[in-house]
């Protein structure tokens, strides 16, 4: 309770330092405060309630020990209530009490690359691409395509894209990892079923005060981006390709005309894997997890399997099976990103470490 308590205290605190014009006058001071503010308010919101339902329990506690015999049934159907509500309620303090993942709110840069089964992983790799599209929709989150490499069948060799939404990273960090697919390629002329895979990487997007990157440890090349010939193909040198001198860590983009938008998207992924690098860094475990999320791309990798013969979706990291696969690749992840957010949350509560 006194934990509790303290959590009432802070969100006070922060809904009157909010109206303070000291902190409106500071952009960066009103972002911390407005965050800190919605993290807090639906635990008050559940804080009170349970205060409420522990008041109407020892009311109607008291009302039973008074109530005459044709009166007790209902005062304990009404204790019952009370007490159910305490427990419940209590049950969902807990969850929202549990510890916070430091990149909750940021938006997600994600890279998909084809990976084992040549041209069938990249068309693979789009329909991935097309699935988290789908779901950002459904969501009501906004994407942006940082740049990408179309395959010779339209499939995708690379593609870097942004997700911006409050609860982007809370959903779409399962989502690191090697994909498995197992279908009749368009490739295949005799009908055989083909395994192919490919991998998802997850970055959080890192503001600039979060990583700070000295102008003198990185190298800066420009030069002529490559096109699909005809009116296509980029006459300037736009395309730009930032290394990060002390890590070794390079990205390139090449899929706006300006010069000085390349770079600013190569910028902001630089700034998503310096980040991640740092947080590597700091916790051996999360650097652990970070280098399994792709491997080599081997299809005896895999996180997920999407089987077309079966119509199924298998999450192998939680032994969850859908037979929905249209569904899911249509963009409804709900069910098994539900499963793998209740995974998580079960083996905190066990305590069995950060999920």
């Not at 159910?84 to 929202?96: F, K, N």
């Not at 998909?112 to 789009?126: K, P, S, T, V």
Request: glycine share 8%; hydrophobic share 40%.
């Amino acid at each position: 309770m006194d934990r509790l308590d303290a959590v009432e205290d802070e969100f006070l605190t922060v809904e009157a330092e909010l109206s303070d014009g000291a902190v409106h006058s500071d952009p960066s001071m009103l972002r911390q405060k407005t965050k800190r503010y919605k993290e807090l308010a639906p635990i008050v919101e559940l804080i009170r309630a349970h205060r409420a339902a522990v008041d109407d329990a020892a009311a109607a506690s008291e009302l039973l020990a008074m109530a005459t015999p044709e009166e007790r049934e209902s005062m304990r159907a009404e204790l019952a209530t009370a007490e159910a509500d305490i427990e419940r309620i209590a049950e969902e303090i807990r969850l929202m009490l549990l510890p916070r993942d430091p990149n909750d709110g940021k938006a997600v840069i994600v890279e998909i690359r084809g990976a084992e089964g040549g041209e069938e992983a990249n068309l693979f790799a789009r329909d991935l691409f097309e699935m988290y599209s789908g779901y950002a929709a459904q969501e009501g989150w906004k994407i942006e395509v940082l740049s990408s490499d179309v395959s010779d069948l339209g499939g995708l060799n690379q593609t870097t894209f942004m997700i911006n939404g409050d609860t982007t990273w809370g959903h779409m960090k399962f989502e690191g990892g090697t994909h498995r697919v197992q279908r009749v390629p368009v490739t295949e002329s005799q009908g055989r079923i083909h395994t192919s895979s490919a991998t998802v990487l997850i970055l959080a997007e890192a503001e600039e005060v979060e990583v700070e990157i000295d102008e003198r440890d990185l190298q800066i090349d420009v030069y002529r981006a490559s096109g699909p010939g005809g009116q296509g193909v980029n006459t300037t040198d736009s395309a730009v390709r930032i290394t990060h001198k002390p890590t070794g860590i390079a990205v390139a983009m090449q899929d706006e005309r300006s010069q000085l938008q390349n770079r600013a998207r190569a910028m902001t992924v630089l700034r998503a894997r310096l980040l991640q690098a740092a947080q590597d860094e700091a916790d051996a475990k999360a650097s652990v997890e970070r280098k399994s999320q792709v491997g080599t791309g081997g299809r005896g990798e895999k996180i997920r399997t999407y089987n077309y013969k079966e119509n199924r979706v298998t999450d192998h990291r939680i032994g969850f099976t859908l037979y929905q696969l249209q569904d899911v690749l249509a963009g409804n992840l709900t069910p098994v990103v539900e499963a793998l957010i209740a995974d998580e949350r079960a083996k905190q509560l066990a305590g069995g470490g950060d999920a």
